[in-house]
């Protein structure tokens, strides 16, 4: 990194070799010196402030190799920190270690979206950082069904519990989106909440048990008439929906 800046206005591929080479070594660095959850959270952090230097030195080129720690990130999360409990009742529901690791690797997203503000990056950040962080909400919502309902119901619990989570999320994500104004937020509430009653006709509807089967579409009619009324509410800005 001293390398980096004492060639930066002297040797601009200098300057850009050495700044690549030091972040290599911090990326080595995290799974030498920590074991476990802890690697990721240090990957999402490094990436992170990766994007972060890179957004004030508008170089797009320090983003996207930020990316790249980012996708390492993602691929600890599906096989490692995601399958951290081999049983539900060995931690405490979001207490615990691996919901901190999603916890942080969704903030690290958010955080690059913020710094990126626009384009297609951003809007790639801002996706991921959702996905990791409903993500680990299902993790957890599985696990409760886990310890919560019968044996012969934890399938039918778990998948309504999955259900009405992500319906809760898509409110919640179109509501913001409403608030601040962000089409890309509302757009990608109104896909999740398009996917969830997707996954009702073509997964619960069959498998799940009558009781479950109409929880689940009673709470999802709930939730939809609460997008109606904010779409209802805000319909003066409708116009402006795909564009602010």
Not at 7 to 18: I, K, V
């Amino acid at each position: 990194m001293a390398a980096s800046r004492v060639l930066w206005r002297r040797d601009a591929r200098g300057s850009l070799l050495a700044a690549g080479a030091a972040w290599v070594l911090l990326v080595l660095a995290a799974p030498i010196q920590f074991v476990g959850y802890r690697v990721t959270i240090a990957w999402a952090l490094e990436a992170a402030a990766a994007v972060w230097i890179g957004a004030r030195l508008e170089d797009t080129r320090a983003v996207r190799a930020a990316f790249a720690i980012f996708l390492l990130v993602l691929a600890r999360l599906a096989s490692v920190d995601g399958r951290m409990y081999p049983a539900p009742s060995g931690y405490v529901l979001l207490a615990n270690a691996r919901f901190l690791t999603f916890a942080v690797g969704a903030a690290g997203f958010w955080a690059a979206a913020w710094w990126i503000r626009r384009g297609r990056l951003a809007l790639a950040a801002s996706i991921g950082g959702h996905g990791v962080m409903l993500w680990g909400l299902c993790l957890e919502a599985s696990a409760w069904a886990a310890r919560a309902a019968a044996p012969q119901n934890m399938r039918s619990v778990a998948s309504t519990s999955i259900s009405v989570l992500a319906a809760m999320y898509a409110v919640l994500l179109v509501a913001a989106g409403v608030l601040r104004r962000h089409a890309p937020t509302r757009v990608l509430g109104v896909a999740l909440i398009g996917a969830v009653v997707l996954k009702l006709y073509f997964y619960d509807i069959w498998f799940l048990g009558a009781f479950y089967r109409m929880a689940a579409f009673a709470i999802l009619g709930a939730l939809l008439w609460v997008m109606s009324y904010l779409y209802s509410r805000f319909r003066g800005s409708i116009g402006s929906w795909w564009r602010n």
